[in-house]
């Protein structure tokens, strides 16, 4: 029984000591602040000090002497040079993702589930002069934050997508999102069949996503575009949602990916 006790005490450390990691990656190179890791991983300060100082022993987490932020160590990238076989995605999809930019002049993202989180594994410029570089490449957000996370939640089951807004409330309270909100936004991706932000997260403009599925009908990931407001408005929003299920189809037929 005192064995039993003591893995599942020892499993439940290594749980929360990964969801301080996941989320401190959310900061990338800005880092994060002791008091904004405590609410958005619901911990106590105590628990999370210490798991941040562990790290810190091992290099997995490093700290800016000047403005007391934690950031993400070298350690993560330096094990993860022991996978040299990638997923791959990225490199399938990045011609459409040109295209796709070719055509709307406009920015375009492919973004994967990971957990609780969005992640941005690639991004494509169009040709318009303003770009909108809403996020760079490797930026992990809580699904439901944005369109890309709101979209991913849609294709969910409803228990699924409830679980994972549940499990990230304190994130969404730190970033000023409602849950109630955001449940209500996967609804109508759902009923739509992609996610509609008329007011995107930089000011002044606007982004639509859409679901990205494998052969077998299973979420790969999603397609976003970002671009200033006036640019995806009536027509032109229409357009870009059709040039959007031409380029997933194309993906659908030419690559059957599992």
Known sequence: MNSTKKVGAGSQSIHRAMQVLRILACS???????IDLVRMT?????????ILKAFISEGMVDQNLLTRRYLIGEEISTLSLARTKKLGLDSIINPYLNELARQTGDTVFLSIRNRQDSICISRVTGHHPIQVLSIDIGVRRPLGVGVSGIALLSCLTDKEANSIIEKNKHRFHVLGEDSDLIQKKVINARRLGYSYAAKGLMQGTSAVSMILKSFSGSALGAITISTMAPRLEGERLETA??????????IAKQHSIK
């Open 241 to 250: 949602i059709s040039l959007m299920r031409e380029q997933i189809d194309l």
């Open 28 to 34: 990338q190179h800005e880092g994060m602040r002791l």
């Open 42 to 50: 619901g911990l106590n300060q105590p628990t999370v000090h210490r």
